[in-house]
């Protein structure tokens, strides 16, 4: 387990791969602002939280990570890759024409990816089975499972909820990036769904709202559910872009193109915020 | 082993109908071969027969509730755990309602479901326009990776569902009719997916049916031998892949018939094979001609798509003459 310093620079590397990787998909663009809210998500995860081998990533002791908010592939390719998942070289082809690497993942168990993204709605349902599945097992291990909370206005995932209720699935555990911001604008204009927590909690989930950049806070939350039969929820509250200052809470940065000066810009910046 | 078939099973299968003889009687035998089943409904686990599963098996069922999206998502969850998910509800809940999870778990995930879709075509009588289901082998057989299956008797539909535990890939079972389905297979033959039926030689015309159509047709071709003209009768039970092999371009006419919509299913696909060939062969299209109906039973709401055998067969003398 990762003590904070660590996390922190974990937090910064991932931030720069992810501009890194944005920066390379050029004049396509790639899901900026989703992908850097879910950096201290994805650092806690694999850095502290989840039991996972890189080298035998079809390990049936490994927790599952199921994406189903499928546009922060910035984020979670980047630690895939630092968690030695994706190959350099893979990475590099992130969006290039032929390649493996989508903008939004594709499922490939080898890489360490669960689940084919990209359609709102669908990871949790499917998060669901896989937790009912290991339950059927007898395995111990759990299921993480990120939405976004703009993709909560899919009926889908409050059919998901109600049922991990009803099987009692204590090993799901289910990780709001709540951001705030949504494709045309704030959640509260487009589909106000506040309180997150008072919903997911009158859906019979155990929950924990927290500071969705402290990585501290993170692994408290993770760490400190009950043994109840319910299932859990982490409500973590983020800000889109974070680390960018000229991103952070614009919406058009939610899919866009990096010039070299905001590139360099944006590099200077998380370093002076997350490197010192 | 294989479920055996005989006459008298062959005779109860047809009493049950298609849906009463897969989950009332040989989902025991396949639960018997496939320890890693998980059988899922949205609630409607009594209509579909499967009480007795239920009761017997309740570690491997899974009611999710009215929630057809989400149970394709579970199932999807239980697949790539190693589990063999078998789904049912209504044909159109499972097609329409559920079309992009299809799409999405079952085509490009590519995962290793069987959907069985019951009370497809009219079979839902006076349940209305809302729960028949016409569109179903359209939408299935335009996603990639997914079989799709159509059986024409409860034998058949057994077979199907067999055959569809058995293969490596994604399948829709559709299923047709009521109780007491016609019988027409009534003792063991080899089945294969892909690979079509012949069950009556005819030298002028080819008759290629579907689901319980096959059965009409057998009989619209046994009036037509009457007139003077020899059908040969085809039972399409795949969709997807279609066995183009026994579309014959060598006949005076091809007349396909379905229960379903003539535009994107059975007829469709008949038709997409012909003009890719480049066949001059006249193709006449019967099944629901792109409309929704009034109310009334199945048979009443057939007669009204003219998809009686005697129908049937006055049609196919009229496009003769």
């Known amino acids: 387990m990762m003590n904070t310093e660590e996390l922190k620079l974990l937090s910064y590397n991932l931030r720069k791969k992810s501009l890194e990787v944005a920066y390379g998909a050029g004049r396509n663009g790639a899901h900026l602002g989703g992908g850097l809210s879910t950096i201290e998500i994805f650092a806690v995860l694999f850095g502290s939280i989840m039991k996972y081998d890189s080298k035998n990533p079809l390990s049936e002791e490994r927790d599952r990570l199921v994406i189903s908010k499928g546009h922060c592939v910035l984020a979670y390719y980047s630690a895939l890759n630092l968690f030695g998942f994706l190959s350099d070289e893979e990475l590099a082809l992130f969006e290039n024409n032929g390649a493996f690497l989508h903008g939004h993942a594709t499922r490939s168990l080898e890489r360490g990816i669960e689940f084919s993204g990209g359609s709102l709605g669908m990871g949790l349902p499917f998060a669901v089975g896989v937790a009912l599945a290991l339950k059927r097992k007898g395995s111990p291990n759990k299921v993480y499972c990120l939405v976004g909370d703009g993709e909560c206005d899919e009926g889908s995932i409050w059919e998901a909820l109600m049922s991990a209720s009803h099987f009692g699935l204590n090993n799901l555990v289910v990780i709001v990036d709540k951001n705030g911001l949504q494709y045309d604008g704030k959640t509260s204009d487009v589909m106000s769904a506040?309180?997150?927590?008072?919903?997911?909690?009158?859906?019979?989930?155990?929950?924990?709202?927290?500071?969705?950049?402290?990585?501290?806070?993170?692994?408290?939350?993770?760490?400190?559910?009950?043994?109840?039969?319910?299932?859990k929820a982490v409500i973590a509250n983020t800000v889109k872009g974070k680390g960018v200052s000229f991103m952070e809470n614009v919406k058009e940065w939610h899919h866009s193109v990096l010039s070299e000066a905001q590139y360099t810009a944006a590099l200077e910046e998380i370093k002076n915020e997350y490197a010192n | 082993m294989p479920i055996s078939i005989n006459s008298l099973k062959a005779r109860t299968f047809s009493k049950l109908g298609q849906r009463g003889s897969i989950f009332g009687m040989a989902i025991f035998d396949i639960v018997e071969e496939t320890p890693n089943l998980a059988v899922l409904t949205a609630d409607l686990a009594s209509l579909s027969g499967l009480d007795r599963f239920v009761a017997q098996h309740p570690d491997k069922f899974y009611n999710i509730g009215i929630a057809e999206q989400n149970m394709l998502g579970v199932a999807a969850g239980l697949c790539a755990e190693g589990y063999k998910p078998v789904l049912t509800t209504y044909a159109t809940f499972l097609s329409l309602r559920s079309c992009e999870q299809v799409r999405h778990y079952m085509g490009y995930m590519n995962l290793n479901m069987v959907l069985v879709g019951s009370g497809a075509g009219f079979a839902m009588g006076f349940s209305g326009n809302t729960h028949y289901s016409i569109e179903d082998l359209a939408v299935m057989r335009a996603i990639p990776n997914i079989v799709v299956l159509s059986p024409s008797d409860s034998t058949l539909a057994v077979k199907a569902f067999e055959a569809a535990i058995k293969i490596d890939k994604p399948v829709y079972i559709r299923l047709t009719g009521g109780l007491n389905c016609p019988m027409l297979y009534k003792e063991d033959f080899p089945y294969e997916i892909g690979k079509a039926i012949k069950i009556r030689d005819g030298a002028d015309?080819?008759?290629?049916?579907?689901?319980?159509?096959?059965?009409?047709?057998?009989?619209?071709?046994?009036?037509?031998?009457?007139?003077?003209?020899?059908?040969?009768?085809?039972?399409?039970?795949?969709?997807?892949?279609?066995?183009?092999?026994a579309i014959a371009l060598n006949k005076k006419l091809i007349v396909t018939i379905e229960e379903h919509n003539i535009i994107g299913g059975l007829g469709g696909a008949v038709a997409e094979h012909l003009t890719s060939k480049g066949a001059g062969v006249k193709l006449l299209r019967l099944g629901i001609q792109d409309q929704f109906l009034k109310s009334g039973d199945a048979e009443y709401l057939l007669e009204q798509c003219g998809l009686t055998s005697n129908l049937i067969a006055e049609r196919i003398l009229e496009t003769l003459k």
């Open chain 2, 205 to 245: 015309i080819q008759i290629i049916a579907t689901g319980i159509m096959v059965n009409r047709a057998l009989q619209a071709a046994a009036m037509l031998e009457e007139k003077g003209i020899s059908a040969e009768v085809i039972d399409m039970h795949t969709i997807k892949p279609l066995d183009t092999s």
């Open chain 1, 194 to 231: 506040d309180s997150l927590s008072a919903k997911f909690q009158s859906f019979g989930f155990e929950v924990s709202d927290v500071d969705g950049h402290s990585t501290k806070k993170l692994v408290n939350a993770f760490c400190s559910f009950s043994n109840t039969t319910q299932p």
